[in-house]
């Protein structure tokens, strides 16, 4: 057997669950290693306290004498932890977190040394940050970029370094990061939607979004996934016949959770604990070795920066365990790829969920005010959104027949269906007291207070409301949640807008009342947002042809679906809602189509690699036995040998056949990647390796995988599925 795959199979087998012990009480330790708002109140005075919460509840800047004290204050709590060292922690466009570690050190002359920590390392530093992707903004004379403390989110201890939460920005004040945007586009949120509170209730000061994701992911065993090449250097395998058996007899999914990912998961959540990341279900997923995690949901910024932490603290802990945490979106072709749901929902600082049903009439008209806005923002702008989603990973998801489609829809199910239904018809102008009645009593009083149990929930939507929230689950694995979050509420907030305009107005010139004008403003809402609405099978292709008549979008492939965030439309809504100006619009487009091209080279040339280097040579080995073997049946039988070689003569002509397919379509992959590589313009450039370069995959992969079932198996050089979804 082919050393490598048998030395991985041989340690996998030798693995041992580690025991980990749970606290008894999760709220014990919980956010022992943030410096969070007990942390705060110990180690700061009143006036460096009084002026963090400011900062975080009002957006207030906190002047340079009080950062001294709060970064003192921070520094010994910091310490009496047993950190040593401190970093600005931020999210550039790369998709991962950065970070670049400072001891909290500084030499004072004479062979002594102090602690250090001032207010000026806190609030700003300029990390040298020149390699990462800028999309132009910053050019190389002018390479300075720098990060500044977000103190809406703590800062927390990982191992011996004081992690302390920043947006990156270039020196011209441009965004370099996830982040910023998102926090642009939360205040553009909070405002909006502080404007519409006033109608229901004038105590209304702030709205925040929040965020619950549910991250997938796939453990694999690290001898296993590192005796791969195309699972260490793309994160999925890109070749490998299925294992005769999948998920289709449904038995993994909710089953009982292996020992080894078990004690994975047990020792994830408690780190996850002290860092306050407030971690609740842990379960199986569909595929093998697939599963899930799910923490109580945040306010939007926070839960993000959980989730970008999350993401770091599992591979970490994964190593602890010898598993390989694998996050990409399709990691193994015939079961299902791994997705994030964005559980997304509107809370005042008067304790309400905007999108959950009052006790009330009144409260209920709140709650369709925020639903149907939010389903018509997503009508307006459903192509964005998709955008807001693409990546090369999750092109292997949407659309394809297992996660929600490219296709973006609204699921409400069937009660709000007929709260609707009901609702267009109110009358144009004024309305008749006993209509007016009849509305309070039997469409929005109707509306029950717990929708959750009611609303039958269709998993195959990309946009459902399950009872008191949004979800969006076209989101892929790997994503930073900061793209679609920064994108939803960007949309929302400029319908808020609009709502409030078109009320304000019909209360102006038509001397409608306020509830009048709400019920005429939403009436024209709900008919120009059918279009989105859709309640059955996402995943069929009656659908598909359906979405086409209402004009909907279908974008299948990233390229295709980021378009849309450079067109005139989108840059002037980014624009006009302060959320990015023209200039990081495009760097953003150019940076995630370069993202694009560069993921489908890489997973080109890996490709290429393995099926030329690991693959045919075996192969040839294996023709080689064939051969001998019809060369001994020649001897013993003379001319009548064919008789008895058939099969083997079948199968040395099959396995040239396929040989001769493999070798000549990687070379013209690797013709169209040359002529591909020439191309300037990126959007070019990015086709051409999505329609020239990307389908030729497919062919490799195909014969490579025929051969797997034909060679021996114990010469076959790539760890198989059965092995790699199957060891425990
Ligand atoms: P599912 O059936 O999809 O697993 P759950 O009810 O378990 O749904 O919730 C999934 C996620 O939704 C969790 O992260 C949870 O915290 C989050 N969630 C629940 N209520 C809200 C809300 N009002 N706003 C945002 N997220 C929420
Ligand atoms: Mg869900």
Redesign the pocket.
């Known amino acids: 057997m082919s050393t490598l795959r048998f030395y991985a199979i041989k340690e996998s087998l030798n693995r041992k669950a580690i025991k980990i012990e749970e606290p008894k009480r999760r709220s014990e330790g919980f956010a022992a290693n943030v410096f969070n708002q007990n942390a705060m109140r110990q180690y700061l005075t009143k006036t460096a306290y009084a002026s963090v919460t400011d900062a975080i509840e009002k957006g207030t800047k906190i002047d340079r004498d009080t950062a001294d004290h709060i970064s003192t204050g921070m520094k010994e709590w910091a310490i009496s932890k047993g950190a040593t060292h401190y970093t600005h922690w931020f999210q550039p466009l790369t998709g991962t977190t950065a970070e670049k570690h400072d001891a909290f050190f500084e030499p004072i002359g004479d062979g002594l040394a102090i602690e250090k920590f001032g207010g000026g390392q806190l609030v700003q530093q300029e990390p040298d940050a020149s390699s990462f992707p800028n999309g132009g903004i910053r050019n190389t004379f002018e390479a300075r970029g720098y990060t500044a403390w977000d103190p809406t989110s703590p800062a927390f201890i990982y191992g011996t370094t004081l992690c302390i939460p920043t947006v990156f920005v270039s020196y011209t004040g441009e965004a370099l990061d996830n982040k910023t945007p998102l926090l642009r586009a939360l205040q553009a949120i909070d405002a909006a939607a502080v404007d519409v509170c006033k109608y229901f209730d004038k105590n209304v000061k702030k709205v925040n979004a ?5 991250q997938e992911y796939f453990l694999i065993d690290r001898a296993l996934a590192v005796s791969r090449p195309d699972i260490t250097l793309t994160g999925r395998t890109l070749l490998g016949h299925s294992a005769a058996k999948g998920q289709q007899l449904d038995d993994h999914y909710f089953g009982s959770i292996p020992k080894r990912a078990m004690s994975f998961m047990q020792d994830l959540e408690n780190e996850c604990l002290l860092l306050g990341i407030p971690v ?2 842990r379960h199986n997923e569909v595929a093998p070795n697939q599963f899930e995690l ?4 945040e306010e939007a910024n926070l839960a993000v920066d959980h989730n970008s932490l999350l993401m770091d603290v599992m591979e970490r802990v994964g190593e602890r365990h010898d598993l390989k945490v694998l996050l990409h979106e399709k990691p193994f072709a015939g079961v299902n790829g791994s997705g994030k ?1 964005n ?3 509107l ?1 005042t600082d008067t304790g309400i ?1 905007l ?2 049903p009052g006790k009330t009439p009144m409260s209920n008209l709140q709650f369709l005010t925020f639903f149907i806005n939010t389903i018509k923002a997503v009508m307006d702008n459903e192509e964005l959104l998709r955008a807001s989603v693409a990546s090369a990973g999750n092109d292997h998801r949407l659309g394809a027949n297992e996660a929600p489609p490219a296709i973006i829809s609204v699921f409400i199910g069937e009660q709000l269906t007929n709260v609707l239904n009901e609702l267009e018809h109110v009358t144009n102008g004024k309305l008749t007291p006993q209509e007016k009645t009849d509305l309070k009593l039997n469409v929005v009083g109707k509306i029950p207070e717990i929708l959750l149990d009611n609303t039958d ?1 269709n998993r195959t939507s990309p946009f459902a409301f ?1 009872g ?2 949004f ?1 969006f689950r076209a989101v892929g694995s790997l994503a930073n949640c900061a793209n679609p979050m920064t994108v939803l509420n960007t949309i929302v907030a400029k319908q808020l807008i609009m709502f409030k305009e078109e009320v304000d107005a019909l209360i102006k010139a038509k001397k409608l009342k306020k509830d009048e004008a709400i019920f005429n403003v939403l009436r024209e809402y709900i008919k120009v947002s059918k279009r989105i609405l859709f309640e059955g099978n996402g995943y069929s292709e009656a659908w598909e042809k359906e979405a086409e008549k209402r004009g909907l979008s279908n974008n299948k492939t990233t390229p295709e679906a980021l378009k849309v965030k450079v067109s005139d439309r989108v840059v002037a809504l980014f624009e006009e809602m302060g959320v990015m100006n023209k200039v990081e619009s495009k760097a953003r487009y150019e940076i995630e189509m370069e993202e694009y091209v560069l993921r489908i080279q890489i997973e080109g040339r890996v490709l290429g690699d393995i099926a030329r280097n690991h693959v045919v040579p075996i192969v040839v080995k294996y023709q080689n036995v064939l051969i001998e073997n019809v060369k001994g049946l020649k001897e013993i039988y003379g001319a009548g040998f064919k008789k008895h070689a058939k099969e083997q003569l079948n199968l040395i002509e099959d396995i040239s056949r396929r040989l001769e397919v493999i070798n000549s379509t990687i070379t013209q992959m690797i013709e169209e990647r040359k002529k591909a590589n020439k191309i300037e313009d990126v959007e070019e450039k990015a086709h051409a390796y999505c329609h020239k370069v990307r389908p030729l995959f497919q062919d490799i992969r195909y014969h490579c995988d025929k051969l797997e079932l034909l060679v021996d198996d114990k010469l076959w050089p790539l760890t198989k599925y059965r092995e790699l979804l199957f060891t425990k």
Do not use: F
């Not at 799910?294 to 949901?297: C, G, R, V």
């Open positions: 929040s965020l619950g994701w549910e609740k279900t799910a923490p109580i949901y749901h559980n997304w929902s809370s969920n999108l959950g929930r399950t008191n929230k979800e």
